[in-house]
Structure formats: C-alpha cells, structure tokens
C-alpha cells in the first residue's frame, strides 16, 4: 500500500474543501447556517476530551431559533404541575 506525501494529502484536502465550497454556494442561507452549525460541532466534537467532553460536543449543535423553541416548549410544557397526576 503507497502512503500519500504531505503534498498529495494537501491536495486531496483543498480539492474537498472546494467541492464543499461549491455546494455551499447552491444552498439558501439557513442552510448554509445549519452546515456552518454541523462543521462547528464536528470540530468541537473532535478536540473535546475528558468529562463533560459529550456534552460540550454540542455546543453550536443547534441554531438559535431550534433553541428559541426548546425554550419555548420547556417553558410551555415542564414548567406546569399537573396536580391530578400527583
């Protein structure tokens, strides 16, 4: 099996990054947030280590609108006692 050269992985990793580019282009502008949102994640995911790494691996996860509604629904729905449950 041959190993790629610095320059070859260089190469290979400019020429993905210039496909996601154009691809970028073609989407509309919430899209494009929900990708920089993904990529943010992987790479948070991928330095995090140790405890709390999990959940840290979340951060920028979720658009602020997704979290404006979680918000909303926590606030709507959990905060109520049904007290013919109890």
Same mark, same amino acid.
Do not use: Y
């Given at each position: 099996? *041959?190993? /790629?050269? /610095?320059? =070859?992985? !260089?190469?290979?990793?400019? @020429?993905?990054?210039? @496909?996601?580019?154009?691809?970028?282009? +073609?989407?509309?502008?919430?899209?494009?947030?929900?990708?920089?949102? #993904? /990529? *943010?994640?992987?790479?948070? *995911?991928?330095?995090? /280590? &140790?405890? &709390? &790494?999990?959940?840290?691996?979340?951060? &920028?996860? #979720?658009?602020?609108?997704?979290?404006? $509604?979680?918000?909303?629904?926590? $606030? =709507?729905?959990? =905060? *109520? +006692? @049904? =007290?013919? !449950?109890?």
């Amino acid at each position: 099996m *041959r190993r /790629t050269t /610095t320059s =070859e992985h !260089q190469s290979g990793s400019d @020429d993905l990054k210039q @496909d996601v580019l154009k691809n970028l282009d +073609v989407l509309d502008s919430h899209d494009q947030r929900r990708v920089l949102d #993904f /990529t *943010r994640a992987l790479a948070v *995911r991928r330095r995090s /280590t &140790g405890k &709390g &790494g999990a959940i840290l691996a979340l951060a &920028g996860a #979720f658009s602020p609108d997704d979290l404006a $509604e979680m918000k909303r629904a926590i $606030e =709507e729905d959990c =905060e *109520r +006692v @049904d =007290e013919a !449950q109890w």
